[in-house]
């Protein structure tokens, strides 16, 4: 009987076993780099995805508070952040995983509306205040250094009514937030961040319906935004570096995100040249002004300049600084945070002789995919293609003259599951792009940070794609925290500075699994089936040779 069933199970699974035993009956080679002695590790979260107490304690109401509550069909599976993880009321449990994973730093945010319940300096809401303050105290009671984000998403949504990061007036309100956080806790935090991912604040927060508030002006909105975005960063830091940095420790950043590596799509120089102006679109937008030349990129000006002026306007969609500004941005950090996941393709479009459609889109004149064969995670944008790490690094270095660098997210998705022997695997070889950048490229990473501690609300997907080391029942009132294969192998990792000799071999069942998942997000005709189909027949006759064994 034994035998018969051995004969089924490879009659049925025999490709997927060949490919499996070809490819993974061991892992594939790590350098053996080490980290230096004075590289930090940590792990991060921010503020809607964890906390929940929504309106608790006179904590006012934020744009995801507001667009999860009126637009629940804008999220995947139609949730909130109301309880998230409960952080709110479990910091203390958070803190103790911190401490079990053996990281030197947590990274958080501070939600603006629970300190500040209208956005404005007139109002500040004690129980807010006392709340980041212990969480800050329990952090550095048990040696992690608290690493605080001020803004990561979440808008009051009084600020939100005046227009958002699109009217200049938020840099007045946004320096007074950030002042009141120097007072609260500047004398206990080393490490500051203004604002995380602004890119993706402007792009799809003021040009599309992605994330909150979902303002539709991709024409203007996005630029006015990161305007406003980019002067506030360097007044607060003008204003950091001159009343409250209270040694040399202290340092501030800000957190830009390489949510694409860009590839040319073929070897023609157009498209390389697309795949280069991408970079300077979404990453050097924000970068150039601060650690670069002190503006926007000159292709940036170019050719939003040209379209403007095709399209009728009178000036440039692309807001000018003045001199003053320019100097307080020009070199407005310690460090810069680098958020690093995915790589698309690039291809050069020609000039559009239309006014049908007028956005960042159009400006770029690009086109993007990716490439079929790149595995691909829960989240459909992230791609594990661990090569963009250390090419990403690498441009970073000498785009910007090797500015210090902390990762400040890097992670990947999945279904959920604590044996998320693809999560291990992603960490391994992306930590090993890392190392290969720092010691073959002379990069400058001083830090890298593992998003996320727990699994939490991913924004427009809800608690349907998981990024944490440690997975949240959401169904329990407790919000159980438990430890994946990936917090261990974190763990580990930390304890010895050092990866393994090669990456984890992930089971056959996992491996199945994972294209499973791939199927919900990118369903062909029958593959899901098949796919469901085969996973089920595997666990069964699995399970038949083992009792008959």
């Not at 040694?247 to 390489?258: A, Q, R, V, Y």
């Not at 501690?453 to 608690?463: K, M, R, V």
Request: proline share 4%.
């Amino acid at each position: 009987m034994k035998l018969v069933l051995g004969v089924i199970f490879v009659a049925i699974f025999g490709y997927e076993l060949t490919q499996y035993y070809c490819s993974n009956s061991r892992g594939e080679p790590l350098s053996n780099y080490t980290f230096p002695d004075d590289f930090k590790f940590g792990v991060a979260t921010a503020s809607y995805q964890v906390e929940g107490a929504w309106n608790l304690n006179g904590k006012g109401e934020n744009v995801w508070d507001r667009y999860t509550h009126t637009h629940p069909e804008k999220i995947v599976d139609g949730s909130t952040g109301d309880i998230a993880c409960d952080s709110y009321h479990k910091y203390k449990e958070d803190v103790a995983l911190c401490k079990e994973l053996g990281v030197d730093f947590y990274r958080f945010s501070i939600s603006w509306s629970r300190l500040l319940p209208t956005g404005f300096i007139s109002k500040v809401n004690r129980d807010g205040s006392d709340y980041y303050s212990k969480l800050i105290d329990e952090l550095l009671s048990k040696g992690i250094e608290p690493m605080v984000t001020m803004f990561h998403w979440d808008l009051p949504q009084p600020l939100q009514d005046l227009g958002g990061w699109a009217n200049p007036k938020l840099q007045d309100y946004f320096y007074d937030y950030a002042r009141l956080l120097l007072q609260l806790y500047g004398d206990r935090v080393k490490y500051w961040i203004t604002f995380n991912e602004p890119k993706n604040v402007c792009r799809f927060a003021y040009g599309g319906p992605l994330l909150a508030p979902a303002v539709d002006s991709k024409a203007v909105g996005i630029y006015e935004c990161a305007h406003t975005i980019l002067k506030s960063h360097g007044q607060v830091y003008k204003m950091y570096d001159e009343e409250f940095r209270r040694s040399p420790e202290g340092k501030m950043g800000i957190s830009l995100d390489m949510m694409f590596w860009m590839v040319p799509a073929t070897d023609s120089e157009l498209d390389k040249e697309a795949a280069e102006r991408s970079l300077q679109f979404n990453f050097g937008w924000f970068a150039n002004p601060i650690f670069g030349s002190g503006d926007y990129p000159e292709v940036m000006k170019k050719f939003v300049g040209r379209r403007s002026s095709f399209e009728g306007f009178k000036q440039s969609r692309l807001p000018t600084f003045s001199k003053e500004e320019l100097d307080e941005i020009k070199g407005s950090a310690d460090f810069l945070g680098l958020n690093m996941y995915s790589a698309i393709e690039a291809s050069h479009v020609e000039f559009e002789n239309s006014t049908d459609e007028i956005s960042m889109d159009v400006d770029i004149q690009a086109s993007y995919k990716f490439q079929p064969e790149w595995e691909t995670a829960a989240s459909w944008w992230l791609k594990v293609v661990p090569w963009a790490f250390k090419d990403t690094l690498t441009w970073v270095k000498r785009t910007y003259e090797n500015p210090t660098i902390i990762i400040t997210e890097n992670g990947i998705s999945d279904k959920g599951g604590n044996e998320d022997y693809n999560r291990v695997k992603f960490y391994e070889l992306y930590l090993n792009a890392m190392l290969e950048a720092m010691n073959e490229e002379d990069v400058n990473v001083i830090g890298y940070t593992a998003w996320s501690l727990i699994d939490n609300f991913e924004w427009s997907d809800g608690y349907t794609n998981r990024f944490g080391l440690y997975s949240v029942d959401f169904e329990s009132p407790e919000r159980t925290r438990s430890p994946k294969l990936s917090a261990k192998s974190y763990k580990e990792i930390i304890a010895r500075r050092r990866l393994p000799e090669e990456t984890v071999q992930i089971p056959i069942t996992q491996r199945l699994s994972a294209r499973l998942s791939l199927d919900e997000v990118v369903p062909s005709s029958s593959t899901a089936l098949t796919h469901s189909i085969q996973l089920t027949l595997i666990l069964i006759l699995t399970a038949l040779l083992h009792s008959i064994h």
